[in-house]
Protein backbone atom coordinates (compact mmCIF):
# COMPACT_ATOMS: atom_id res chain seq x y z
CA UNK A 1 0.00 0.00 0.00
CA UNK A 2 1.29 3.15 -1.02
CA UNK A 3 2.25 5.88 2.36
CA UNK A 4 1.86 9.01 -0.45
CA UNK A 5 -1.09 9.61 -2.51
CA UNK A 6 -0.88 10.22 -5.74
CA UNK A 7 -2.42 13.42 -5.31
CA UNK A 8 0.24 15.08 -3.25
CA UNK A 9 2.98 16.84 -4.65
CA UNK A 10 5.95 16.95 -2.85
CA UNK A 11 9.56 17.68 -3.35
CA UNK A 12 12.41 16.61 -2.14
CA UNK A 13 12.59 18.62 1.07
CA UNK A 14 9.10 17.70 1.82
CA UNK A 15 10.18 13.83 1.04
CA UNK A 16 13.34 14.52 3.61
CA UNK A 17 10.99 15.67 6.23
CA UNK A 18 8.42 12.91 6.24
CA UNK A 19 11.05 10.43 5.75
CA UNK A 20 12.47 11.38 9.05
CA UNK A 21 9.18 11.56 11.05
CA UNK A 22 8.47 8.53 9.88
CA UNK A 23 11.49 6.46 10.66
CA UNK A 24 11.61 7.87 13.86
CA UNK A 25 8.13 7.04 14.60
CA UNK A 26 8.47 4.10 13.46
CA UNK A 27 5.77 4.21 10.90
CA UNK A 28 5.40 1.65 7.91
CA UNK A 29 8.27 2.04 5.47
CA UNK A 30 8.33 0.14 1.97
CA UNK A 31 6.15 -2.85 3.42
CA UNK A 32 7.88 -2.84 6.30
CA UNK A 33 8.83 -0.69 9.64
CA UNK A 34 11.03 1.56 10.71
CA UNK A 35 13.65 0.06 13.05
CA UNK A 36 16.39 1.97 11.89
CA UNK A 37 18.51 2.59 15.31
CA UNK A 38 19.77 6.51 15.73
CA UNK A 39 23.10 7.00 15.70
CA UNK A 40 25.07 10.13 16.08
CA UNK A 41 27.59 8.30 13.76
CA UNK A 42 25.91 6.41 10.82
CA UNK A 43 23.68 7.99 8.07
CA UNK A 44 20.37 6.69 6.61
CA UNK A 45 20.22 6.52 2.29
CA UNK A 46 16.81 6.49 1.58
CA UNK A 47 15.10 6.26 -1.65
CA UNK A 48 11.92 7.66 -2.90
CA UNK A 49 9.54 6.55 -5.99
CA UNK A 50 8.62 9.25 -7.89
CA UNK A 51 5.88 7.13 -9.90
CA UNK A 52 5.05 4.51 -7.04
CA UNK A 53 5.45 7.67 -3.95
CA UNK A 54 6.96 4.34 -2.29
CA UNK A 55 9.74 4.89 0.08
CA UNK A 56 12.55 2.61 0.99
CA UNK A 57 15.80 2.11 2.83
CA UNK A 58 18.58 1.79 0.67
CA UNK A 59 20.78 -0.42 3.10
CA UNK A 60 23.55 -0.34 0.23
CA UNK A 61 22.89 3.04 0.06
CA UNK A 62 22.29 2.98 -4.09
CA UNK A 63 19.07 3.77 -5.56
CA UNK A 64 17.49 3.36 -8.69
CA UNK A 65 17.29 5.79 -11.58
CA UNK A 66 13.88 6.22 -10.97
CA UNK A 67 14.09 6.94 -7.46
CA UNK A 68 15.16 10.30 -5.57
CA UNK A 69 17.97 10.21 -3.19
CA UNK A 70 18.26 11.38 0.20
CA UNK A 71 20.56 10.70 2.94
CA UNK A 72 19.98 11.54 6.58
CA UNK A 73 22.16 12.32 9.43
CA UNK A 74 20.33 10.35 12.20
CA UNK A 75 20.73 11.44 15.32
CA UNK A 76 18.75 9.57 18.40
CA UNK A 77 16.63 11.18 20.69
CA UNK A 78 17.90 11.37 24.16
CA UNK A 79 16.27 9.14 26.68
CA UNK A 80 14.47 10.46 29.26
CA UNK A 81 16.43 9.97 33.02
CA UNK A 82 15.58 7.49 35.10
CA UNK A 83 14.50 7.42 38.36
CA UNK A 84 16.60 8.67 41.04
CA UNK A 85 17.78 5.72 43.07
CA UNK A 86 16.70 4.89 47.40
CA UNK A 87 18.86 7.27 49.71
CA UNK A 88 21.08 4.40 50.99
CA UNK A 89 21.66 3.55 54.85
CA UNK A 90 23.77 6.01 56.77
CA UNK A 91 26.93 4.47 57.66
CA UNK A 92 28.18 3.66 60.90
CA UNK A 93 29.77 6.21 62.75
CA UNK A 94 33.44 6.14 62.81
CA UNK A 95 35.86 5.83 66.30
CA UNK A 96 36.39 9.13 67.78
CA UNK A 97 40.20 10.61 67.08
CA UNK A 98 42.21 10.74 69.91
CA UNK A 99 42.21 14.15 71.25
CA UNK A 100 44.51 17.00 70.19
CA UNK A 101 46.62 19.09 72.35
CA UNK A 102 46.34 23.12 72.48
CA UNK A 103 50.31 22.86 73.37
CA UNK A 104 52.52 25.38 71.82
CA UNK A 105 56.25 24.72 72.55
CA UNK A 106 57.79 28.48 73.29
CA UNK A 107 61.03 29.48 71.36
CA UNK A 108 62.80 31.00 74.68
CA UNK A 109 65.45 28.43 75.16
CA UNK A 110 69.03 27.50 73.76
CA UNK A 111 72.07 29.61 74.25
CA UNK A 112 70.50 31.83 71.97
CA UNK A 113 66.98 32.25 73.88
CA UNK A 114 65.17 31.84 70.38
CA UNK A 115 65.36 27.88 70.53
CA UNK A 116 61.72 25.63 71.05
CA UNK A 117 61.92 24.58 74.63
CA UNK A 118 61.84 20.64 74.98
CA UNK A 119 63.44 18.20 77.25
CA UNK A 120 67.32 18.51 77.39
CA UNK A 121 67.33 21.49 75.96
CA UNK A 122 69.44 24.33 77.96
CA UNK A 123 66.45 26.47 79.28
CA UNK A 124 66.29 30.54 79.86
CA UNK A 125 67.96 30.25 83.13
CA UNK A 126 70.92 28.48 82.38
CA UNK A 127 69.83 24.98 83.30
CA UNK A 128 68.23 22.68 81.82
CA UNK A 129 64.53 21.67 80.67
CA UNK A 130 63.56 18.12 82.47
CA UNK A 131 60.01 18.43 82.21
CA UNK A 132 57.33 19.53 79.64
CA UNK A 133 53.72 20.01 80.47
CA UNK A 134 52.07 18.97 77.16
CA UNK A 135 48.64 18.31 78.49
CA UNK A 136 48.38 21.14 79.99
CA UNK A 137 47.85 20.38 83.67
CA UNK A 138 49.17 23.11 85.10
CA UNK A 139 48.21 27.14 84.95
CA UNK A 140 51.55 28.96 85.98
CA UNK A 141 53.70 26.95 84.10
CA UNK A 142 54.71 24.85 80.88
CA UNK A 143 58.44 22.96 81.81
CA UNK A 144 60.73 22.58 84.65
CA UNK A 145 64.56 23.52 84.54
CA UNK A 146 66.72 22.40 86.61
CA UNK A 147 70.02 23.77 87.94
CA UNK A 148 73.13 23.45 86.24
CA UNK A 149 75.02 22.38 88.95
CA UNK A 150 74.44 20.90 92.87
CA UNK A 151 73.67 24.04 95.26
CA UNK A 152 75.14 21.70 98.27
CA UNK A 153 76.84 18.75 98.57
CA UNK A 154 75.36 18.06 102.48
CA UNK A 155 73.17 19.85 104.24
CA UNK A 156 70.37 19.23 106.93
CA UNK A 157 66.71 19.58 105.40
CA UNK A 158 65.80 21.96 108.59
CA UNK A 159 67.15 23.23 111.63
CA UNK A 160 65.51 22.86 115.33
CA UNK A 161 64.18 26.58 114.95
CA UNK A 162 60.27 26.73 116.95
CA UNK A 163 59.05 28.38 114.32
CA UNK A 164 56.76 25.34 112.49
CA UNK A 165 53.56 23.57 112.93
CA UNK A 166 50.06 24.70 113.38
CA UNK A 167 51.04 27.09 116.31
CA UNK A 168 54.34 27.88 114.70
CA UNK A 169 55.55 27.43 118.53
CA UNK A 170 57.25 23.55 117.02
CA UNK A 171 60.62 22.59 116.20
CA UNK A 172 61.14 22.93 112.52
CA UNK A 173 63.01 19.28 113.02
CA UNK A 174 59.75 17.69 115.08
CA UNK A 175 56.66 19.12 113.36
CA UNK A 176 55.26 19.58 110.01
CA UNK A 177 56.13 23.08 108.50
CA UNK A 178 52.79 24.14 108.43
CA UNK A 179 49.49 22.24 109.24
CA UNK A 180 49.80 18.64 108.34
CA UNK A 181 46.84 19.21 105.22
CA UNK A 182 48.71 21.54 103.41
CA UNK A 183 52.30 20.18 104.14
CA UNK A 184 51.02 17.32 102.73
CA UNK A 185 49.63 19.02 99.71
CA UNK A 186 53.25 19.69 98.92
CA UNK A 187 54.60 16.57 97.19
CA UNK A 188 52.82 16.67 93.59
CA UNK A 189 54.07 18.58 90.75
CA UNK A 190 53.87 22.56 90.44
CA UNK A 191 54.33 22.36 94.57
CA UNK A 192 57.41 22.73 95.26
CA UNK A 193 57.47 26.51 94.66
CA UNK A 194 54.83 27.14 97.70
CA UNK A 195 57.00 24.43 99.60
CA UNK A 196 59.84 26.13 99.53
CA UNK A 197 58.80 29.51 100.52
CA UNK A 198 56.75 27.95 103.36
CA UNK A 199 60.08 26.36 104.49
CA UNK A 200 61.93 29.71 104.33
CA UNK A 201 59.01 31.82 105.83
CA UNK A 202 59.12 29.58 109.22
CA UNK A 203 63.23 29.90 109.19
CA UNK A 204 62.96 33.46 108.51
CA UNK A 205 60.79 34.11 111.31
CA UNK A 206 63.74 32.17 113.59
CA UNK A 207 66.41 34.00 112.05
CA UNK A 208 68.18 31.45 110.38
CA UNK A 209 70.18 32.13 107.62
CA UNK A 210 69.09 30.24 104.66
CA UNK A 211 72.83 28.52 104.34
CA UNK A 212 71.71 26.27 107.43
CA UNK A 213 68.83 24.29 105.63
CA UNK A 214 68.39 23.13 102.26
CA UNK A 215 65.07 25.32 101.19
CA UNK A 216 67.22 27.90 102.17
CA UNK A 217 69.91 27.16 99.89
CA UNK A 218 67.78 26.63 96.74
CA UNK A 219 65.48 30.02 97.33
CA UNK A 220 69.26 31.91 97.46
CA UNK A 221 70.23 30.19 94.29
CA UNK A 222 70.85 32.39 91.75
CA UNK A 223 72.36 32.46 88.33
CA UNK A 224 73.08 35.01 85.94
CA UNK A 225 69.31 34.69 84.53
CA UNK A 226 67.33 33.53 86.87
CA UNK A 227 66.74 34.25 90.92
CA UNK A 228 63.17 32.12 90.94
CA UNK A 229 64.73 28.70 91.98
CA UNK A 230 63.66 26.33 95.08
CA UNK A 231 64.11 22.97 96.08
CA UNK A 232 61.77 20.48 94.21
CA UNK A 233 58.69 18.68 95.87
CA UNK A 234 58.99 15.08 95.87
CA UNK A 235 57.67 14.39 92.48
CA UNK A 236 58.80 17.12 90.72
CA UNK A 237 63.16 15.55 91.97
CA UNK A 238 61.82 12.13 90.81
CA UNK A 239 61.26 14.27 87.25
CA UNK A 240 65.14 15.41 87.72
CA UNK A 241 65.76 11.96 88.61
CA UNK A 242 64.24 10.24 85.49
CA UNK A 243 66.32 13.15 83.51
CA UNK A 244 69.66 12.44 85.62
CA UNK A 245 69.19 8.55 85.04
CA UNK A 246 69.20 9.12 81.31
CA UNK A 247 65.65 8.31 80.44
CA UNK A 248 64.06 11.42 79.82
CA UNK A 249 60.36 12.49 80.87
CA UNK A 250 58.41 9.00 81.75
CA UNK A 251 55.05 8.84 81.04
CA UNK A 252 53.03 9.85 84.49
CA UNK A 253 54.29 12.00 86.71
CA UNK A 254 55.27 9.74 90.06
CA UNK A 255 56.57 6.96 88.15
CA UNK A 256 59.84 5.85 89.48
CA UNK A 257 63.18 6.93 87.36
CA UNK A 258 65.23 4.27 86.33
CA UNK A 259 68.39 3.67 84.08
CA UNK A 260 72.07 2.34 84.52
CA UNK A 261 73.11 5.76 83.67
CA UNK A 262 73.87 8.74 85.41
CA UNK A 263 73.95 12.14 83.44
CA UNK A 264 77.06 14.19 83.96
CA UNK A 265 76.49 17.00 86.10
CA UNK A 266 74.51 14.99 88.71
CA UNK A 267 75.32 12.97 91.77
CA UNK A 268 74.77 9.38 92.77
CA UNK A 269 73.91 10.78 96.31
CA UNK A 270 70.83 11.34 98.10
CA UNK A 271 68.81 14.54 96.86
CA UNK A 272 66.62 16.54 99.24
CA UNK A 273 63.05 17.18 97.88
CA UNK A 274 61.05 19.86 99.91
CA UNK A 275 57.86 17.82 100.62
CA UNK A 276 57.28 16.62 104.51
CA UNK A 277 55.74 13.59 105.41
CA UNK A 278 55.42 11.77 108.88
CA UNK A 279 56.11 8.29 109.88
CA UNK A 280 53.75 6.69 112.25
CA UNK A 281 56.83 4.74 113.62
CA UNK A 282 58.61 7.38 114.79
CA UNK A 283 57.71 10.62 117.06
CA UNK A 284 59.66 13.40 114.65
CA UNK A 285 58.59 14.60 111.12
CA UNK A 286 60.24 13.00 108.42
CA UNK A 287 60.48 14.48 104.52
CA UNK A 288 61.29 13.00 101.20
CA UNK A 289 64.83 12.49 99.76
CA UNK A 290 65.60 10.27 96.67
CA UNK A 291 68.86 8.57 96.17
CA UNK A 292 70.10 9.22 92.64
CA UNK A 293 72.34 6.05 92.83
CA UNK A 294 69.42 3.59 93.50
CA UNK A 295 66.24 5.90 92.44
CA UNK A 296 65.07 5.03 95.27
CA UNK A 297 62.29 7.88 97.34
CA UNK A 298 62.65 7.31 100.86
CA UNK A 299 61.23 9.23 104.34
CA UNK A 300 63.87 10.11 106.23
CA UNK A 301 64.41 12.26 109.73
CA UNK A 302 64.99 16.18 108.92
CA UNK A 303 68.60 16.36 110.55
CA UNK A 304 70.01 14.41 107.83
CA UNK A 305 72.29 15.57 105.34
CA UNK A 306 71.49 15.33 101.87
CA UNK A 307 72.23 17.37 98.51
CA UNK A 308 70.49 20.39 96.87
CA UNK A 309 69.72 20.60 93.39
CA UNK A 310 67.40 23.68 92.70
CA UNK A 311 64.69 24.22 90.21
CA UNK A 312 62.76 26.74 88.81
CA UNK A 313 59.20 26.67 86.52
CA UNK A 314 58.50 28.92 83.55
Known amino acids: MSLLPKSWSYSRRSVGVMLVVGVLAGLTVGGGVGVIAASSTKTVTVCANKTTNMLRYAKGGTCFSTETKVVLNQTGAKGASGAKGAKGATGARGATGAAGSSFTARSVCGVD ?23 GRYNDFDYLEVAPADASSGVVWSTTTPHCGLSED ?9 TSGEALNHVAIGTGR ?40 KDELNEVCKYARNTGQAAGAGTA ?30 VWLQRFYNDLQIAVPKYDSGYVRPVRAF
Open 113 to 135: GTTLCAVGVQGPGGGTVFYVDTE
Open 170 to 178: ASCREAFVT
Open 194 to 233: AATAAIVARHDAGGVEKGDYAAGIADEYTTPTATDWFLPS
Open 257 to 286: CSGETLRSGFSSASYWSSSDDWSSSDDDAR
